[in-house]
């Protein structure tokens, strides 16, 4: 069974830019949730995404948006990207009715 | 909202040792409490998690055990290992009727590092 995936694994931005990360779960996962990890600071809560509908949000700006598509894969977009929004960035995705959250491995954003 | 602190940052221990680490949540409605370990690198990944309808849980050398009352949870892990050095993360849900889960809150995380 593959294991979910992101892309791209780095990624380097200029301070204003806009930053697009990508998710694709494990075959048969519905729900897919973003964490960002940044230094010092643990594992903070973004998003939750199942079945297509945003279910909560973390306190994070309006900046930090993102959807899911009927392949129940998702994306995360990053507008008008801050020196502070430099931080790895993971998903999470359960099956239907699940509960252990598999991670993926990451996208590493830089904002320069 | 809910608020998850996680003691202590660091840990070091001799190999052999025991390790314990303990975690406090806020919100009396969270019933799922798992485990997570972060190797240098690597995504992190569950080694063991519990639900509120149990006290302890036990999966070879790591147990969880949880305090509802007090609104704590702990992680043992016996006889430490070399490959036991990770960051461990402790984090707090709520899982409805059907099994679903809700976004997990994590601690800020524990650095364990076991000496040969």
């Known amino acids: 069974e593959a294991g979910v995936t992101q892309s791209p694994t780095h990624l380097i931005k200029t301070r204003g830019q806009q930053a697009t990360l990508r998710c694709s779960p494990i075959s048969g996962h519905t729900s897919v949730y973003w964490y960002q990890q940044a230094l010092g600071l643990g594992l903070q809560f973004l998003l939750w995404y199942d079945e297509g509908e945003e279910r909560n949000r973390g306190n994070f700006p309006p900046r930090f948006s993102g959807r899911q598509f009927p392949n129940y894969s998702s994306e995360l977009n990053v507008n008008a990207l801050e020196l502070e929004d430099s931080a790895l960035y993971l998903c999470a995705t359960t099956r239907l009715a699940g509960y252990e959250q598999y991670f993926g491995p990451g996208t590493r954003l830089t904002v320069t | 909202g809910e608020n998850v602190e996680q003691h202590p940052s660091t840990l070091s221990v001799q190999e052999g040792d025991s390790a314990v680490i303990k975690c406090t949540y806020s919100?009396?409605?969270?019933?799922?409490f798992p485990w997570y370990k972060q190797e240098l690198g690597k995504r992190p990944q569950l080694i063991i998690d519990i639900r509120s309808n149990v006290g302890e849980k036990k999966d070879q050398r790591i147990a969880v055990t949880l305090n509802k009352t007090a609104k704590h949870f702990s992680l043992h892990i016996t006889e430490t290992q070399p490959e036991d050095s990770a960051v461990y993360f402790c984090?707090?849900?709520?899982?409805?009727?059907?099994?679903?889960?809700?976004?997990?809150?994590f601690g800020k995380g524990t650095k364990l590092s076991v000496k040969p």
């Open positions: 919100d009396s409605a969270s019933n799922y």
């Open positions: 984090a707090v849900s709520y899982l409805d009727y059907g099994g679903s889960q809700g976004n997990l809150i």
